[in-house]
């Protein structure tokens, strides 16, 4: 059904799309090299998302600029049997990324990606720093990496990628939900170990936390972690000082009004001005970035409301 409603925003006109502002920016897009594509995918046929193909998506949504992602973190998948030679595809992957948002200079800006627990992850953030396009900052994904936030050792170990990701000066955008495939406990409880255990280590640089602290849509373990982050908003807590949040994937097609109210409701108590739009990578039943802010626009947010978030531009992609 998602499918279809998606196919049905494609065809109507882009006026009627474009109801609102179209947004400065897409705070969360990937590129997928033919490599990662058939791993993710399972077809060796695949073509991927090259940097192309996305300029032609922002240019249909009157978008200017998009922060790419790095997906070489989904060559250390946990959910997934081990790869050969696993920390060269890392590379691979980082350095196709670099390459294509190369192309686009004035358009596309990159962050590099890892998986914070393997033996590997300081010597590729020190690698990524070195490179004029994966140096502008860091991508992690809890799911993905399976970082399980009731463990103290996977906590320590994310503490030291913030913490030199700090001493570099890299923003951070992670996925803070854990995995959801390996039934890791996640809520409010976990979200107060992000709080108190890795904010604070990543003090002196912009941290983006996607989904709205979820995996996209809007359920109700996501709303318990993101409650803790609008309590310390409300608190005036220094730690959220450079804290930004990303819709991204969180409002689809057909949003009950329900869930469309209390989504409304939390971006309000985040406050509109640490908002982001964001649409992820186009496939798998997820729409394009034209169709995703369409849908975005279903929530019961005013016209002036909608026209702040899309003007909002995170620090670390003005230029």
Known sequence: MRTLAVVALALLPLCSLQSQTAPRVDHHQHLFSPAAAALVSGDSTAAGISANDLIAMLDSAHIRRALVLSVAYTWSSASRPPVANEYEKV???????????????????????????KPYAMDELARCARDPQLKRGLKLHFGNSDVDLDNPDNVEQVRKIFQVANDRRMPIVV??????????????????????????????????????????????????????????????????KNVWFDVTAVVIHGITPEKGELVARRIRQIGLKRVLYGSDAHGGGNPAPREGWAAFQEIPLTGKEFRTIAENVAPYMQW
Request: charged share 25%.
């Open 91 to 117: 590379k691979a992957e980082n350095d196709w990324t670099s390459q294509q948002v190369a192309r686009y200079p004035k358009r596309l800006r990159a962050f590099c990606s890892l998986n914070p627990l």
């Open 175 to 240: 996925h803070m939900r854990t995995s959801i495939s390996k039934k890791r406990n996640y809520g409010r409880d976990q979200a107060l170990v992000f709080l108190n255990k890795l904010l604070p280590a990543a003090r002196n640089v912009s941290v983006q936390i996607a989904h709205l602290a979820g995996a996209g849509d809007y359920d109700p373990t996501t709303d318990a972690a993101l409650g803790v982050f609008t309590e310390a908003i409300a608190n005036h807590d220094a730690r959220m």
